[in-house]
């Protein structure tokens, strides 16, 4: 029985390793952007958002990765079982990643866009929301793996595309 909820900022990489994850435990992965957001970048209403999240996270085995809304996260936390892993890089990695995102989204190199989604989300607006991220919600996703730790899970801190990486591999 997995559950590995994979949280951190926008262009960490999370969905990327979230896929790998899920593909060599032969588990569903589910990106949060995919419920959270409909064509347009256009918010899902709350009350679809909180049905769909909640019917997910009440599976035995499951990949998700993202944030989603702030009040979503802790019960997909207390619910993950195995791993937590916390994409917690400095925040000018998180703009480099996102840019380069857009960038490949621009050249039509893109492989898997967020949640699924055929627009591109608008550059500013992206990087607003990563600079909020940081600002507000990343003190509270901290000390929400600090205390699942304390609870006996796994809380594995990836800082840097080379731990990413070599995380990824070692599973």
């Known amino acids: 029985m997995a559950r590995i909820a994979i949280v951190g900022n926008a262009g960490g990489g999370k969905s990327t390793l979230a896929r790998q994850i899920a593909c060599k435990l032969g588990i569903r992965h589910t990106e949060i952007d995919s419920l959270l957001w409909q064509e347009g970048w256009v918010e899902t209403p709350t009350e679809i958002y909180e049905l769909r999240h909640a019917e997910i996270t009440s599976e035995e085995h499951w990949v998700i990765d993202g944030l989603g809304r702030l009040d979503s996260i802790p019960d997909r936390l207390s619910r993950a079982t195995n791993i937590v892993l916390l994409i917690d890089m400095p925040l000018w990695m998180h ?19 967020p949640g699924g989604l055929t627009t591109m989300p608008p550059t500013k607006a992206l990087f607003q929301a990563i600079w909020d991220v940081e600002q507000s919600w990343m003190v509270k996703i901290r000390t929400l793996c600090d205390e699942a730790k304390h609870q006996g899970k796994e809380v594995v801190r990836l800082a840097s595309v080379e731990e990413i990486g070599a995380f990824a591999a070692s599973i």
């Not at 703009?95 to 866009?113: D, K, M």
């Open 95 to 113: 703009f480099w990643l996102a840019a380069e995102r857009q960038i490949a989204w621009i050249g039509g190199a893109l492989e898997h866009s």
